[in-house]
T-cell receptor, first 109, second 116 residues
């Protein structure tokens, strides 16, 4: 089983729509979780950290469910500029980040 | 302030050759890590260095090696290149080492290696 698994998508949504997707992780001892955004052929950039109580950053909401070992990302009022691949990132230990393969989101006009 | 810088940005090698990739972290960052990203996949962890010592290694063969210098810059070396080594190699830096939600990584733009 992979350490981090994501639905690859693609999620094709119209502008203004809400889109949500999950990421599951296998190591129950994982402590830190992040969502990174990666544009085509560019480097990953931090979108937001995911806290136990859930957190929001503008139109983006992240949730953590430790019992079921998944994190989620919800994007409200989608913009064309939200089109990207969203990478789920988990710290299973102190020295190594584990990345999911990414979920592709395409927002159409 | 300069971000994480990597060189070269693109390079083409042939099978069996050796390659050295370079990374300069953000000023003040003491931890550098390396990742390999094959097209269509997420980055895979290769190495992490902190204060010039290797602190973690991923599931990569011994053909892959790295080091960190006193100024915290780093090099990744790959020997005996295979076609499957073609990928985007990403370097990331962080202030310290640790499993801490505040200790986020900043990535460089990567070195795109093509092996023919």
């Amino acid at each position: 089983r992979k350490e981090v698994e994501q639905d690859p998508g693609p999620f094709n949504v119209p502008e203004g729509a809400t889109v949500a997707f999950n990421c599951t992780y296998s190591n129950s001892a994982s402590q830190s979780f992040f969502w990174y955004r990666q544009d085509c052929r560019k480097e990953p950039k931090l979108l937001m950290s995911v806290y136990s109580s859930g957190n929001e950053d503008g139109r983006f909401t992240a949730q953590l469910n430790r019992a079921s070992q998944y994190i989620s990302l919800l994007i409200r009022d989608s913009k064309l500029s939200d089109s990207a691949t969203y990478l789920c990132v988990v710290y299973p230990n102190d020295y190594k980040l584990s990345f999911g393969a990414g979920t592709t989101v395409t927002v159409r006009a | 302030d300069a971000g994480v810088t990597q060189s070269p940005t693109h390079l083409i090698k042939t099978r069996g050759q050796q390659v050295t990739l370079r990374c300069s972290p953000i000023s003040g960052h003491k931890s550098v890590s390396w990742y390999q990203q094959v097209l269509g996949q997420g980055p895979q962890f290769i190495f992490q260095y902190y204060e010039k010592e290797e602190r973690g290694r991923g599931n990569f063969p011994d053909r892959f090696s790295a080091r960190q210098f006193p100024n915290y810059s780093s090099e990744l070396n790959v020997n005996a290149l295979l076609l499957g080594d073609s990928a985007l190699y990403l370097c990331a830096s962080s202030l310290v080492l640790g499993n801490n939600g505040a200790n986020v990584l900043t990535f460089g733009a990567g070195s795109r290696l093509t092996v023919l």
